[in-house]
């Protein structure tokens, strides 16, 4: 079965600097991989998505996505933090036959002045 | 557009009450699925219906909690009686390719946090 561990509940960045948020998956099959964010008081967005194609994933707002197969990772990282950028972001994987998302528990990024 | 829209944004009750929640997909999207975050832990998957029929319910916790989609539109998800555990944040989404959810990411709709005291 898949499963999704974030490590990390909580990462404080100073605005500016790199955000590094991770993600590990257990799949028995090649995953489709995703990061959602979710800004206060509103449903999860899509950041960006990885579906066998390239292994490095651009999304929006400067965020990428690094598969990295041999370490079952999808790290999200972003080169240098804004403070729009304080949100909760969730990392998830599809199940095989890709009806159901299976999400990590979160973690919430603080970017300080 | 209209998103995914979810009412009521917050609902209080009791031990032992019922509380219907109602999920709106955007229109046109035949997937439609609720999700469940108990506070500080993962978004836990519940149901998800294509059009009017449940294709897999695997994550409803029990029998108090009734999910329906008639006619294939909007769906609601009743929990009857509610119990203290129930409390988190009800999430419900919607997605467009009738297959897969990996070509058709989620739209998600803002939650209705649920609080049962």
């Known amino acids: 079965a898949q499963s999704v561990t974030q490590l990390g509940s909580h990462v404080s960045v100073s605005e500016g600097a790199l955000v590094l948020l991770r993600c590990n998956y257990s799949?028995?099959?090649?995953?489709?991989l995703f990061w959602y964010v979710q800004y206060p008081n509103q449903g999860l967005q899509l950041l960006l998505k990885?579906?066998?194609?390239?292994?490095l994933v651009k999304g929006i707002n400067g965020f990428e996505a690094e598969f990295k197969k041999s370490e079952t990772s999808f790290h999200l990282t972003k080169p240098s933090a804004h403070m729009s950028d304080a949100a909760e972001y969730f990392c998830?994987?599809?199940?095989?036959?890709?009806?159901?998302?299976?999400f990590g528990a979160g973690t919430r990024l603080f970017v300080k002045a | 557009e209209a998103g995914v829209t979810q009412f009521p944004s917050h609902s209080v009750i009791e031990k032992g009450q019922t509380v219907t929640l109602r999920c709106d997909p955007i229109?046109?999207?035949?997937?439609l699925y609720w999700y469940r975050r108990v506070m500080g832990k993962e978004i836990k998957f519940l149901l998800h219906?294509?059009?009017?029929?449940?294709?897999?319910e695997s994550g409803m916790p029990n029998n108090r909690f009734l999910a329906e989609r008639t006619g294939g539109t909007y769906s609601t998800l009743k929990v009857q009686p509610a119990e203290l555990e129930d409390s988190g944040v009800y999430f419900c989404a919607s997605s467009q390719d009738p297959m897969s959810s990996y070509n058709s990411p989620l739209h998600f709709g803002n939650g209705t946090r649920l609080t049962v005291t």
């Open positions: 799949s028995s099959v090649p995953p489709y």
């Open positions: 990885y579906t066998s194609a390239a292994t």
């Open positions: 229109s046109g999207h035949d997937n």
């Open positions: 998830a994987v599809t199940t095989t036959g890709g009806f159901k998302t299976i």
């Open positions: 219906f294509v059009k009017e029929s449940k294709q897999d």
